[in-house]
């Protein structure tokens, strides 16, 4: 469970030369009282002997509790982690230091701590009596959009003895993690996404139904379909009558987020801003009942081009919508927007596509591809003071830009 690297001390090594002396000397009565040289070579030699075995053997029976815990927040919110360890052997461990060196996701409030590039460490004092188990709790703040895993876990131990340090590293991937969502920023117009194609939305109003999805009965009149006649109701009335069916549309999105930015810009806070607008969109889509489904650029396992959260919706989903954003890496490796557009291409696609980020010429001429198709395809325009979505619409060949 942990690998050990031990700074001992030379002073143990010297001990043994004047207890080995002690011990010779005390057989000859001239060099002094046999007991007293007796019992202060054994002492020098105990101590050496102990601090070895010591150094070996105290973490034998040390344990850490590694549970699978997932810990969901936003920016700002206050959460925990914990690390449990036991001594379950006999040597007990005195004035340690546990050093914890996680993401810096995560931001801790305690004074000893140090600061790096991209983790942050800190140090808690530690005793762990033989037997004993101990549940340490180390408060944190999620500081911004990502995943927070603690990194590395130090426990060093003093030797009993004095004049030397024990370093327990553990050994393995430490499974609790903080999933730090990104925050909801508003996008104006989403309302005035129309339905067009039939699907299994809800709706007041739609030239699209459902047979499955009835919902009443009514008397029959000239021009109703033969097979929407409720024979059974028309047996028991006398008279003819056809069953009213939910009207229903196909109101499910796309989101496809384009995190590559222009040269010259800040390049984590755009694509925080496109994270953050999309996570807005997701949560509009579901207090909708709206399925939706969503495509990044990055490369993804087995060198596809993009990461995709498949369709669906409800809250799970709008769950599982939020981690995929919280763990995109903005440094992380950026595959070609336009190879990914290649791969939506060929999947079946909602009817309303939904584009975030940098707009290219190139992009332009696929969704103007798709516009030919009968999709609707709308583009988020950010600015400094709001987002909004933008339909593109078509004008002969062409494919241009109209703000709503």
């Known amino acids: 469970m942990f690998r050990k690297e031990t700074k001992s001390s030379d002073i143990y090594v010297w001990l043994t030369i004047p207890g080995g002396l002690f011990i010779f000397f005390s057989f000859f009565q001239s060099f ?8 202060a070579g054994a002492l020098l030699l105990f101590i050496y002997w102990f601090s070895r075995f010591y150094e070996k053997h105290v973490d034998d029976y040390l344990v850490m509790d590694n549970p699978v815990r997932k ?61 004993e188990k101990k549940n340490l709790i180390l408060p944190v703040q999620s500081k911004h959009r990502g995943a927070g895993k603690i990194r590395t876990i130090k426990l060093s131990i003093p030797n009993l003895m004095g004049f030397s340090w ?23 117009g989403l309302d005035l996404l129309d339905p067009k194609n039939n699907g299994d939305q809800q709706v007041k109003h739609s030239i699209y139904e ?9 008397d029959y009149v000239s021009g109703d379909p033969f097979n929407r006649i409720h024979w059974k109701l028309t047996a028991r009335k006398q008279q003819l009558q056809t069953k009213i069916v939910e009207k229903v549309n196909q109101l499910s999105w796309c989101f496809l987020i384009n995190i590559k930015v222009q040269h010259g810009v800040n390049v984590f806070s755009e694509i925080e801003k496109y994270l953050e607008h999309t996570a807005y969109m997701c949560r509009y889509a579901t207090e909708h009942q709206i399925p939706f489904e969503i495509y990044i650029n990055v490369r993804g396992l087995k060198g596809v081009p993009y990461v995709h959260l498949p369709l ?10 939020l981690e995929l954003l919280a763990r995109v890496n903005p440094i992380g490796i950026t595959a070609q927007y336009d190879r990914t557009l290649q791969y939506v291409d060929r999947q079946n696609k909602p009817p309303h596509i939904i584009h975030i980020g940098m707009l ?24 400094a003071q709001e987002a909004k979505i933008t339909p593109l619409h078509m004008k002969g060949d062409q494919i241009y830009e109209s703000t709503i």
């Open 32 to 39: 002094g009282t046999y007991p007293m040289l007796m019992f």
């Open 71 to 131: 810990i969901r927040s936003y920016p700002g919110e206050e959460e925990q982690l914990e690390i449990t360890l036991s001594q379950q052997g006999i040597l007990p461990i005195l004035n340690a230091r546990l050093e914890i060196t996680y993401d810096h996701v995560l931001e801790s409030k305690l004074s000893d701590q140090t600061n790096h590039p991209h983790t942050e460490t800190v140090e808690i004092p530690m005793t762990l009596l033989s037997f």
């Open 166 to 188: 024990i370093d327990l590293y553990y050994n393995r991937l430490y499974k609790q993690e903080v999933v730090v969502y990104p925050k909801l920023e508003n996008v104006a």
């Open 210 to 218: 459902q047979p499955i999805l009835q919902i009443g009965t009514r």
């Open 312 to 321: 669906g919706k409800g809250k799970n989903h709008y769950m599982h919508a």
């Open 360 to 383: 290219e010429e190139s992009h332009l001429k696929m969704f103007n591809q798709w516009m030919h198709q009968g999709y609707s395809v709308y583009s988020v325009q950010t600015s």
